[in-house]
């Protein structure tokens, strides 16, 4: 089911403002994206009510949070929060934290319950013991079980999985598509992080300089020559969506379908049919205005066309390029290569990419 | 060797003056403490000095003008005698009205600093759970905030069963109705009745050291809070 979300706020620091309007339909996850200071917590605070921006409006689907001389205080909002830490109460046990939010939900607007949260979240061996006793992984499990359990309209993380390292960050993900895929609370999630994003997405919101960049579905928005400020170097690039089409157990690659053309990455170990998808930096990509005439080592050569030129990076030696493979890719070469090929919009263009960097299964 | 007889009156009107003026202190210094821990208005210093004039005044300023206010003409014993019919002055209600400014400080900067210890975010976690702020204070906060209460409890109690100047001043030296062990002590002392004011003021000195001691056992058990 998806709900509509509107939200407009406008808030002013003295070193920071944030400035937004968005109109999103809010289902399964939505990632709100950008570089640290971009604005994404202060939107969340705005979101749960913990901050009141002087003039805001806020409605998901009929309910109306916050506009002109209304403002409905946090605690009615139907909106649960999971932060970087989990907040868990010390005084209370799990079973304590996790019924604290569930207690003060009306019994009619109570959709989930103990048991199922618990289960789906794998915490039934640690109801008696309290939150010291935990690792930061089960933490924060107890912490999303929590809101949760308030059975909000929208829960909201803010970067819940940054404080953990990468062993516990891959412990929890599962989790939280488990969350998508059995209750039907939309989730606004806030990272910095690509693997995040690329795990779990649908629907994602690029934040620069407390402004909407972007948004929109993670295919479209991510290859967006515009991007650079927002997402950073070294994760800026396209990210698309494929099919498994064969294994070769012979070379140890798996080959994937994307718009008729084909993509072979290490052997993944995924059913044949199974949608992946996939994240080429800009900076693995070359360019050629023709087919090779030799053998070459690069594995993966897309037939593209040249769409947009974005602007010089500040270091004013290389240049972004928005190709058009069915689906817009990302190239980043440099100036130079751009003055040698002499490209033209429009033009065909062999695009060489030397690495796949992820490669995330989606569930369909 | 006789054993000196001692009257009891004094030792039961202290507990009860010290019972009732912490029971009532905490109830007005949680809101004062809550408010300094979390202002950022600019007469907080102001309050913060109010609140810390009792530690370093003399108690018989504090006292003289206490007897001023609590007065039949004075701006509160006034207008109470004028409603109720009693006087305020050389009553155990003004005693204990006296003791709570006395004590004041003893018991709102424990409660302060462990409010601002426990900081802010508990109560967003419990309003975000869906707790009304009055309810996350009850179920969180105070909780949380319990080494404070403690802290706040055990001093307030025993800095006023200390009490000698504001009371003497306020409340005279009344047997059975303002007559605290620290003026006994006092009285026997003058008609030179050592071996009375001894067994009162070793009582008061054990009794001093030993909640002391608790507090600080007590503190050094309750785990530390962690988030």
């Given amino acids: ?364 | 060797m006789d054993i000196p007889s001692i009257d009891s009156g004094p030792i039961w009107l202290s507990l009860q003056l010290a019972g009732v003026t912490v029971g009532l202190l905490l109830v007005f210094a949680t809101p004062v403490a809550w408010w300094l821990a979390h202002t950022r208005s600019r007469f907080r210093v102001v309050v913060e000095a109010v609140v810390a004039l009792p530690l370093v005044l003399p108690p018989t300023v504090l006292g003289f003008y206490l007897l001023i206010l609590l007065g039949p003409n004075g701006w509160v014993g006034g207008p109470v005698q004028a409603l109720t019919g009693s006087v305020l002055s050389f009553s155990f209600t003004g005693l204990v009205f006296a003791s709570m400014l006395y004590s004041l400080p003893f018991v709102v900067q424990p409660l302060h600093s462990a409010f601002e210890s426990v900081g802010k975010i508990p109560m967003e976690t419990a309003q975000s759970l869906g707790a009304s702020r009055l309810d996350a204070f009850f179920t969180v906060i105070s909780p949380l905030a319990r080494r404070g209460y403690l802290t706040a409890i055990v001093l307030g109690f025993a800095h006023t069963l200390g009490e000698f100047g504001v009371v003497l001043m306020v409340g005279g030296n009344i047997p059975g109705k303002t007559k605290v062990i620290s003026i006994e002590i006092y009285d026997r002392v003058e008609v030179m009745e050592y071996a009375q004011a001894h067994i009162l003021s070793a009582g008061l000195l054990l009794f001093s050291f030993f909640v002391l001691v608790m507090v600080y056992t007590v503190n050094r058990r309750l785990p530390v809070q962690v988030t």
């Fill in chain 1, 1 to 364: 089911m998806t709900h509509l979300l509107e939200a407009k706020f406008k808030i002013t620091y003295p070193e920071f403002s944030l400035d937004v309007d968005l109109n999103l339909p809010a289902k399964g996850v939505t990632v709100v994206f950008g570089p640290s200071g971009s604005g994404k917590s202060t939107l969340l605070r705005c979101l749960s009510g913990l901050e009141r921006a002087p003039s805001g409006f806020l409605k998901l689907d009929d309910q109306v949070w916050q506009d002109e001389g209304i403002f409905i205080p946090i605690h009615q909002r139907k909106i649960g929060s999971v932060f970087q830490e989990s907040r868990l109460f010390p005084h209370l046990n799990i079973q304590g934290n996790l019924l604290y939010g569930y207690q003060r939900t009306p019994l009619v607007e109570r959709n989930l319950h103990l048991d199922e949260v618990v289960q789906v979240l794998g915490l039934g061996s640690l109801l008696k013991r309290y939150p010291e006793k935990l690792s930061g992984g089960e933490r924060q499990r107890v912490a999303i079980g929590r809101a949760l359990l308030t059975s909000p309209n929208l829960l909201l993380m803010d970067e819940p999985l940054a404080s953990l390292d990468m062993q516990r960050k891959a412990e929890i993900i599962p989790f939280i598509k488990k969350i998508k895929d059995e209750f039907e609370t939309p989730i606004i999630y806030v990272t910095h992080s690509m693997n995040e994003v690329l795990q779990l997405v649908e629907t994602m919101v690029i934040l620069n300089s407390g402004k909407v960049v972007n948004w929109g579905p993670v295919e479209e928005v991510f290859s967006d020559v515009q991007l650079r400020d927002a997402v950073g170097d070294g994760q800026l690039g396209a990210v698309l969506e494929t099919t498994v089409s064969e294994h070769d157990d012979k070379f140890g690659l798996t080959r994937l379908d994307f718009m008729g053309q084909v993509l072979s990455v290490p052997k993944q170990n995924i059913p044949m049919g199974k949608k992946l998808r996939v994240h080429i930096h800009s900076k693995d990509v070359s360019l050629a205005t023709a087919a090779p005439v030799g053998a070459t080592s690069v594995l993966n050569i897309l037939k593209a066309k040249v769409g947009k030129i974005g602007a010089i990076d500040p270091n004013g030696y290389s240049v972004d390029i928005e190709l058009d493979a069915g689906r817009p890719i990302l190239a980043t070469i440099t100036r130079k290569s751009l003055s040698n090929l002499n490209l033209q919009i429009g033009q065909p263009i062999f695009a060489h990419i030397k690495a796949i960097k992820m490669v995330h299964e989606m569930d369909t």
